[in-house]
């Protein structure tokens, strides 16, 4: 148990962006700092298509500060740009 | 002050109710336009992360009555297809004076269309 890895990151495709990637949710490995540059970098991995620009993180319904820190196993909503009204 | 928060896909009915201590009663109602960036459609189709939305909404009503009190906001979202000329969003303020329920009304509808993720997922064709 002792050389367990983190648990992943669980991220969920939301409004245009699920059509734009093809799929609505993935499993990202846990960055190994923590950071949200991290973050981004491993999902730029995993779809080398072009995410669009302007996305934010939430988590647990609430957006998430630039600089705060990604825990394992996070459930992290990627939100684009909202046209609601 | 009260809130009453629903997103719903059935079409929207919000008669006023008002108590005898609201001065004021601003209601902003948005419909479907016919048309979406020049071209003539029939509808459009709303989708949200609706937990998400509605812990959104209520934290943003929170603090703009924060500023602007009011007595009572009421808010409805529509959500799947909506038909052209029928309305997709209602807020209703009820306030003791017109400029913080003006006031609160419309700075929510910019926060709105900043900060509440709900999107126009697709435009249907005339």
């Given at each position: 148990m002792s050389n367990s890895s983190p648990a992943p990151l669980r991220v969920l495709f939301l409004g245009p962006l699920r059509d734009q990637l093809g799929c609505a949710s993935a499993t990202i490995t846990f960055?190994?700092?923590?950071?949200q540059a991290a973050f981004w970098k491993a999902l730029g991995e995993k779809f080398p298509v072009a995410l669009p620009k302007h996305l934010r993180l939430a988590r647990e319904n609430e957006f998430l500060d630039a600089d705060a820190p990604l825990h394992p196993g996070d459930e992290l909503a990627l939100i684009p740009p909202v046209s609601g009204g | 002050m009260k809130l009453d928060i629903l997103l719903q896909r059935e079409p929207i009915v919000l008669k006023t109710d008002a108590p005898p201590e609201a001065g004021a009663v601003v209601r902003f109602e948005g419909r479907v336009r016919a048309d979406e960036n020049g071209r003539a459609i029939r509808a459009l189709v709303y989708e949200a992360y609706q937990p998400m939305a509605e812990r959104q909404i209520e934290r943003i009503l929170r603090e703009l009555g924060a500023k602007h009190p009011c007595l009572s906001v009421r808010l409805r979202h529509r959500l799947g297809e909506v038909p052209v000329g029928k309305t997709a969003i209602v807020i209703e303020a009820l306030a003791a004076h017109r400029a913080e329920a003006f006031a609160l009304t419309s700075a929510f509808m910019d926060r709105l269309k900043q900060d509440?993720?709900?999107?126009?997922?697709k435009a249907l064709e005339a």
């Open positions: 960055p190994s700092d923590g950071t | 509440v993720p709900i999107w126009k997922m």
